[in-house]
C-alpha cells in the first residue's frame, strides 16, 4: 500500500478546503481518464489547466468549481481521479471557461500592441506547442521579449507555464522556480521536486523558460550544464512544447561556446527553429507604438535616438508626452502631440543633465 504524501488524501476533501494537491498528483490521478477512453489527451490538459488556475488564485474547491458550474465535492472528485459521470460535458464547461478567460485577458490587454516583435513570439509559441518542439527565442536585452512571453501566457487557453531562471541560480534555486510554475510544492527535497517537475507537464503544455543567459552571467558551468541537461531531461520525459528566451549571450557563451557544446550538443540538436529578434526596434513597430498614443508625423528629429531607444524607454516616454501635451493643453502654454514633444519630454526624463 503506498502512504499518501499529505494525510488530508486519507480522507475526502471538503469543498470548502484549500486545494491541497499539486499539479503533477492531479496528472498522474486523472490519466486513467485517458487510458479508459473517456477523455482525450487534449481534456486532461484542460482538467489540469482548471486545477492551476484556481491553485493559483488560493481558491478552494467550491470556489474554483464555481468557474465551471460545479459543486466543490464534484470538483474535488475529479481532480481525484473519481469522477463517474459524464467527462466530456465537464471538459466542454472547462474548455468554455477558459476560452472566456483568454478573450478576458486579451481585453484587458488594452495597451498591448500588436507590432512585429509579437507576430514572430506568437508564431514561434504555436510552432513550439503543436509541435512538441523545442525553440529558441534570442534578443537584445529589453526589445519586448518577455512582454510577449507573457502576454501569449496570458492570452492563451492551452497551458502555459513560464519560468525565470533567477540571478545567481544555483540548481536548487531554478529547481524551486520550475516548481512554482507547474504547480508542485517548491518545499520538497530537490531530487522529488525535480522529478515531480516532470511528471506535472504535459505534451499538450507549453513551458516557457526566459532569461536563460543567467546561466551564464552568475552561474558556474558546472551549474548552467546541470540545469541545461535537466531541461533536456524534462522535454525527453513529457515531450512539451518548450521555448528557451535569452539573449545573444544564451547562444554565445551557453549552446555554442567550446567547452560547453560538447555538454550540450543534447538539447541543441532537440531544437527545432531559432527566432532572432532585432538589435533596434524596427521602425514600423515605433510607428505602431507612437500611433496608440496619438504621435504621427515626421520622425526625422528623432531618427537618431529611434534608432538605439529600447521598448521599454519608448513606450513610457510615449505615455510622458502624451500626459505632458495634455496637461499643457489646458494651460496658456500649447505643446502639440509630436515627436518634437517627445524629443523634449525624452531630453528631460532620461538624458543625463
Known sequence: MQIPENTND??????????NRSADQVRQSCRPYVDAGRVSDEGLESIVRLFNLGKGRGYSFDQTGALVDYSGSTISRLFAGKYEGDLEKVVEKIDSYLELEAERAKMKSDRFIE?????????????????????????????????????????????????????????KLVVDAFAR???????????????????AIGRNTLLIIDELHE??????KGTAMKVVEWIREIWDNSGCGMVLCGTTSMEDDLINDAKMKGWLVQIDHRCQRVVRLPNAIPAEDVVLAAEAYGISGDTGCVEALLATIRMNRLTSCLALTASWCAGNNRSRQKHPLNWESFRAVYRSQFEEV
Not at 526589445?143 to 531562471?165: A, F, P
Not at 546561466?215 to 558556474?220: H, I, T, Y
Open 115 to 171: 507590432n512585429s516583435i509579437w507576430r514572430r513570439v506568437n508564431n514561434l509559441c504555436n510552432f513550439a506547442l503543436t509541435r512538441n518542439a523545442i525553440v529558441r527565442l534570442v534578443g537584445p536585452s529589453q526589445i519586448g521579449k518577455t512582454y510577449c512571453l507573457k502576454e501569449y501566457m496570458r492570452r492563451s487557453s492551452r497551458q502555459v507555464c513560464y519560468v525565470r531562471i533567477p540571478a545567481a541560480p544555483t540548481m
Open 181 to 199: 510554475a507547474v504547480g508542485v510544492n517548491p518545499s520538497l527535497r530537490a531530487d522529488d521536486a525535480r522529478q515531480r517537475v516532470s511528471r
Open 215 to 220: 546561466l551564464v552571467m552568475s552561474a558556474g
Open 10 to 19: 486519507l480522507f475526502g476533501a471538503q469543498p470548502a478546503q484549500s486545494m
